[in-house]
């Protein structure tokens, strides 16, 4: 199987993955201590219980993609 | 586009957790404890053999390995006759010498991970774990370095001589507890519930009772932490799954969402990571070493029997040395 189709792009995805998480470390830090909070509280882990600050992480995840993508399209054209 | 390929290619595109394509997979209905998709265990590890960089990955499998061989030569006897089961690359072999293992036989699920040479005169042997074709009473010695599967300790036993040892090494309960930790709390956050991602894994009090069981005397068990540190959560999945360790339990979920993969990697980070930004990742790794019965064996004595009393350990100014070396 020649050429880009699903699996070799969820693949690059996954493979880049680390790369992304790194420009956000900061919002995962946050995200990853709300969630942590929770095992030695008194509060109990339920959905959506750390919402605003994962969703705060997936937007920077979100941005760092396209980031990432429009450095490689302008890589490309040069 | 053919069903096979499709299926192989799914795999690899979730790291670390394999996706089960249930219609191809029948449910084997023998054996006491149906925990594991051993088909999917071939196939994980016919891919990895297959893999050009696969020698990378071989790092805990050769720390493993040692340390077994290690415990071999504690053993002041000469084997005739070994066998290495799931032995693969022979990661215990390699640390061995002719003096101590005269002749070995090596095993292995998949054809192309058997048979790296080592000085000691190998046969190699492609055998599934559960089926061994050897007759009964054949080794003098059956060593056993897998990660992760369960173990068929009767049938280790009975292709053991009597006088035989059996020496083994798997992973053990605390193996992979921030992998698993991370994933149970993000996903129960993200998706308000969780499931196994990470195979049950034997405790070191059961393993007592299920060498005893099996039959084999003079057992030994111990525990070493091995500490492996990563980069970052995906980078612990990619190696796991390079090893050939991807979950193949029948209760896995076929999926990791995107969200909940983030998820677990911030908190993983956060909960469990080093100064440098690394993560640790803990394999706790069980030793067991248990003697097939014989006459010459030193057997508990008969009650009453004793000649000194415990009231006297105080006087003893030297520890006497008791036992088989």
Known sequence: ?78 | MNWKRLSILTLRSLSGISQNLGSFCTRRNGGAMNVFNRDMKKRQKQRVAALKDGHQYDYLRNEVGSRVADRVYDIARTFPLALDIGGGKSHIAEHLNKDVVQSLVLTDVSQQNLCRQTEIPTRCVVVDEEFLPFKENTFDLVHFNRSILRLTLGLHLSVLKPDGVFIGAMVGGETLYELRCSLQLAESEREGGFSAHISPFTAVTDLGNLLGGAGFSMLTVDVDEVQVHYPGMMEVMTDLQGMGESNCAWNRRSLLHRDTMLAAAAVYREMYGNQDGSVPATFEILYMIGWKPHESQAKPVKRGSATVSFGDLSKISRPTNAGRS
């Not at chain 1, 993955?17 to 109990?44: H, I, M, N, R, S």
């Open chain 1, 1 to 78: 199987m020649s050429g880009s189709n699903v699996w070799s792009r969820t693949r690059e995805r996954l493979r880049i993955f680390p790369e992304l998480l790194a420009q956000c470390a900061d919002e995962a830090a946050v995200y990853g201590k709300c969630v942590a909070a929770t095992t030695t509280g008194k509060q109990e882990l339920k959905k959506d219980l750390c919402v605003k600050e994962f969703e705060a992480l997936k937007t920077c995840f979100t941005n760092a993609v396209s980031t990432i993508s429009k450095n490689r399209s302008l890589r490309c054209d040069m």
